[in-house]
């Protein structure tokens, strides 16, 4: 057991059917195979490549609108047609974008759920900070009933102590 690499607690993806018509089961099966026998700095590692590659293709596609609508910007010459044409385009580059620029929200959105989900060591030092609070505030509590019943049952204070001590 000491032997084994430390597994974090990254969901991976099960065995559930999927509705990728094109692929034959027994790649669904390889990658599944696969899948089990990373290890989870491996399974990270590629998780990060694919977050990487969705910004990667997002900033691209908001790059390529930009230069597409500068380059349509151009004066000059041009009939009623060819400027309805240029309008249309702009509008379809300018919705692309904005698409985009939606996904990298999203992107950041999940990004920012999943650090805060997974701060472990921020949760623990919460939990203990927490506990170290509840057991004074407990050890508080006992030595205020503990009080109390004494006042309670006429017992002197130096006669607690004494009990308490041995």
Not at 76 to 90: H, I, L, N, V, Y
Not at 116 to 127: F, K, T, V, Y
Request: aromatic content about 2%; overall charge negative.
């Amino acid at each position: 057991m000491s032997d084994s690499i430390p597994q974090s607690d990254v969901s991976r993806p099960s065995a559930l059917p999927t509705a990728s018509l094109l692929q034959s089961r027994t790649s669904t099966a390889a990658r599944l195979a696969q899948s089990q026998a990373q290890n989870s700095a491996q399974y990270l590692d590629i998780i990060e490549e694919e977050w990487n590659k969705k910004v990667d293709t997002e900033i691209e596609t908001l790059v390529d609108g930009m230069v597409d609508i500068v380059s349509l910007a151009s004066i000059g010459d041009k009939d009623k047609f060819r400027m309805a044409q240029e309008a249309f385009q702009t509008q379809c580059r300018a919705e692309s974008m904005i698409k985009a620029s939606h996904s990298l929200l999203s992107i950041t959105h999940s990004m920012k759920l999943l650090l805060l989900l997974s701060d472990e060591s921020q949760i623990a030092s919460r939990r203990d900070a927490e506990l170290k609070a509840v057991q004074v505030e407990k050890q508080e509590t006992i030595e205020k009933v503990a009080h109390v019943l004494d006042q309670l049952l006429g017992r002197s204070s130096a006669a607690t102590d004494d009990a308490m001590e041995s």
